[in-house]
């Protein structure tokens, strides 16, 4: 056997090791920092598809209540009470929400038997046929962002002052506990933009100013354009995902 031979036989020398242990430590960071970042951009992906299917969600959960809206307003009913309203009462433009007037029923839209609550004696009495005449109660539904939450809040007025009674029950902030809770429509909200069209032709824009100037033009408010912005980190890094819906209310 001859002397390299013997060399090779016995494994690497102190010098090759020297040299090869550094070089593989290297290489070892690189597969292990490529994986990371692999893991890294998957998670981003995943996170980045569940906010975009969580904001799509959001905004179709609002389709109704803006379809079936009787009319949009800057404040809450005269009939309805809100002792958890911010200082100084809800105001649309201040408070950056969405106020609706919806009509009140013994059950929800979807269901084919629900009635249309009417007032009572205004002007007849229940038992009235003409009792169609009479004022129909509605009710007010609050589209409002607190603490990264879209939340939607229902009041609705007395009702023994109607001739039915509706299906809705008023809610409050969940940390109430004597109410039903507020629905939570989506989380991890960044942004909440509104915009408020005209009846006249559906594409003249009322901006905020006008409206918060002149409250009185709500009742022109035909369609509206809800636009939602959610963020979410994700190793350290923000995720950010928007979703709009344009909708025009039922005449």
Same mark, same amino acid.
């Given at each position: 056997?001859? =002397?390299?031979?013997?060399?090779?036989?016995?494994?690497?020398?102190?010098?090759?090791?020297?040299?090869?242990?550094?070089? #593989? /430590? %290297?290489?070892? /960071?690189?597969?292990? $920092?490529?994986?990371?970042?692999?893991? /890294?951009?998957?998670?981003?992906?995943?996170?980045? *598809?569940?906010?975009?299917?969580?904001?799509?969600?959001?905004?179709?959960?609002?389709?109704?209540?803006?379809? =079936? /809206?009787?009319?949009?307003?800057?404040?809450?009913?005269?009939?309805?009470?809100? #002792?958890?309203?911010?200082?100084?009462?809800?105001?649309?433009?201040?408070?950056?929400?969405?106020?609706?007037?919806?009509?009140?029923?013994?059950?929800?839209?979807? !269901?084919?038997?629900?009635?249309? %609550?009417?007032? +009572?004696?205004?002007?007849?009495?229940?038992?009235?046929? *003409?009792?169609?005449?009479?004022?129909?109660?509605?009710?007010?539904? %609050?589209?409002?962002?607190?603490?990264? +939450?879209?939340?939607?809040?229902?009041?609705?007025?007395?009702?023994s002052n109607n001739c039915l009674t509706t299906f809705r029950q008023q809610t409050c902030p969940p940390e109430v506990?004597?109410?039903?809770?507020? =629905?939570?429509?989506a989380e991890n909200v960044k942004e909440l933009k509104l915009r408020y069209f005209r009846r006249n032709n559906n594409q003249e824009e009322i901006d905020a100013a $006008?409206?918060?100037?002149?409250?009185? &033009? &709500?009742?022109?408010? !035909?369609?509206?354009?809800?636009? *939602?912005?959610?963020?979410?980190?994700?190793?350290?890094?923000?995720?950010?995902?928007?979703? +709009?819906?344009?909708?025009? +209310?039922?005449?």
């Amino acid at each position: 056997m001859t =002397s390299n031979n013997m060399n090779r036989q016995r494994g690497f020398t102190l010098v090759e090791v020297i040299v090869v242990i550094p070089m #593989l /430590a %290297i290489v070892v /960071a690189i597969l292990i $920092t490529f994986m990371v970042n692999i893991y /890294a951009s998957l998670l981003s992906k995943n996170d980045r *598809l569940q906010l975009e299917a969580n904001a799509q969600n959001a905004l179709f959960n609002t389709r109704d209540d803006l379809l =079936s /809206a009787v009319r949009f307003s800057g404040k809450i009913q005269s009939d309805t009470n809100d #002792l958890y309203a911010p200082a100084g009462g809800w105001d649309a433009i201040e408070d950056n929400a969405l106020i609706i007037y919806e009509s009140s029923y013994t059950k929800n839209r979807q !269901s084919s038997d629900r009635q249309l %609550i009417y007032k +009572k004696d205004m002007p007849h009495a229940c038992d009235s046929s *003409l009792l169609y005449e009479n004022q129909y109660s509605t009710n007010t539904l %609050i589209l409002f962002v607190n603490n990264k +939450k879209l939340y939607r809040r229902i009041l609705i007025p007395d009702q023994s002052n109607n001739c039915l009674t509706t299906f809705r029950q008023q809610t409050c902030p969940p940390e109430v506990g004597s109410c039903p809770s507020d =629905s939570i429509i989506a989380e991890n909200v960044k942004e909440l933009k509104l915009r408020y069209f005209r009846r006249n032709n559906n594409q003249e824009e009322i901006d905020a100013a $006008t409206l918060l100037a002149s409250p009185s &033009f &709500f009742v022109q408010i !035909s369609r509206v354009e809800l636009s *939602l912005t959610l963020e979410k980190m994700v190793n350290a890094e923000p995720v950010t995902v928007n979703a +709009k819906i344009d909708i025009k +209310k039922v005449e």
